[in-house]
C-alpha cells in the first residue's frame, strides 16, 4: 500500500511570470524537522503563508533544501533567514550560488538521506537543467519532490549556455524512471500523477527536436541563430531566449557524439564514409 506523505502543505511562491508560468510551488513538510523544500523569491505573502501553516501545528521552520539554485528557488533564503534565523539551509554545492544567497549553506551529497517532517527523504542528484539541480526522494509512498525535472503541459528548459547539459538532463530522467515514482511534487505546474509516462513523452521530444536542428544544419543552417529561425520560426521575444538556449544544448550534445562540428565557425553535420 503506497504510504502518505504526512504534514504536507504546498505554498505558492507569488511569482507569476513570462518563464515561471503561474510561478513557483513550495513544499513544506511539519512534522519533527519542519521542512521548507526550495525557498522562492522571498515574497512577503509567501513567508507569511509558511508562518501561518507552522503556526497553525504549533511548530517553526527548521530546515529549507533547494532543488536548485535558479533564482526563482533561491532567492528567497536570504528573507527566510532572516525571518527564521535558527533554520538550516542545504543545497547542492555550487559556488556561484554560495555568493548570490549568503546564508551559512551546508552541502548536500548525492544518496545522503535526510530527516524532513516525520519522514527520511533521499537525495537525488539530477543535473541537466541545472548543473546543482536535485530531487528527494520518498520510498514509503514513491514520491518525487522533482523540482524543475519535469512540468505537466510543459517542458523543461535546458540552458545550454548557463550550465544547461542535455545528456546529464535525458541520464537524470532514465535514473529517476528506474525508481518508478507514482507521484512527483513539481516546482511549477500541476502535481504529475502519470511521471513514467511523462518522461517517455519527454524523451520523445527530445528526440524529435534533435531531428530537426540536424535536418535545419542539413540543409544549412550553420549557426545556432539560424538553426533557432529554422526551428522555431514563428517564437519572438523573451521565449526567443528560451529557444536558443535549448538550440545550444542541442548543438553541445550533438557535438560531444561527434554527430556535428564547427568547420571555420560555421556548424555542420559530420558525415561518416
Known amino acids: 500500500m503506497q504510504e502518505r506523505l504526512p504534514g504536507l502543505v504546498g505554498l505558492d511562491a507569488g511569482n507569476p511570470g513570462p518563464l515561471t508560468g503561474a510561478g513557483n510551488h513550495t513544499w513544506l513538510l511539519t512534522g519533527d524537522v519542519p521542512t521548507l523544500i526550495d525557498a522562492g523569491v522571498g515574497a512577503p505573502a509567501h513567508l507569511d503563508a509558511i508562518a501561518a501553516a507552522l503556526d497553525a501545528v504549533g511548530q517553526t521552520l527548521r530546515q529549507v533544501v533547494l532543488t536548485h539554485a535558479h533564482s526563482d528557488h533561491a532567492s528567497g533564503s536570504v528573507a527566510l533567514a532572516a525571518r527564521w534565523p535558527d533554520a538550516v539551509f542545504l543545497k547542492w554545492p555550487w559556488p556561484d550560488a554560495d555568493r548570490r544567497y549568503p546564508v551559512e549553506w551546508t552541502p548536500l551529497a548525492n544518496g545522503q538521506v535526510m530527516a524532513a517532517g516525520d519522514v527520511e527523504l533521499e537525495v537525488l542528484h539530477t543535473p541537466g537543467h541545472a548543473p546543482d539541480h536535485i530531487c528527494l526522494w520518498h520510498a514509503g509512498s514513491s514520491t518525487l519532490f522533482g523540482g524543475d525535472l519535469l512540468i505537466e503541459g510543459s517542458t523543461v528548459v535546458v540552458p545550454g549556455t548557463r550550465g ?47 531531428r530537426e536542428v540536424l535536418a535545419a544544419i542539413t540543409r544549412g543552417a550553420d ?16 521565449l526567443r531566449m528560451v529557444a536558443v538556449e535549448t538550440v545550444h544544448a542541442h548543438v553541445n550534445k550533438l557535438r560531444t557524439e561527434r554527430c556535428v562540428e564547427d568547420d571555420d565557425g560555421h556548424l555542420r553535420v559530420v558525415t561518416t564514409a
Open 164 to 210: 544547461g547539459d542535455l545528456i546529464a538532463y535525458l541520464e537524470s530522467l532514465a535514473r529517476v524512471a528506474a525508481r518508478e515514482p507514482r507521484q512527483v511534487l513539481p516546482a511549477h505546474g500541476p502535481v504529475i500523477d502519470d511521471p513514467i509516462g511523462l518522461i517517455e513523452r519527454y524523451s520523445a521530444r527530445r528526440a524529435s527536436r534533435e
Open 223 to 238: 549557426s545556432i541563430d539560424s538553426i533557432v529561425t529554422a526551428v522555431y520560426p514563428t517564437i519572438t521575444g523573451p
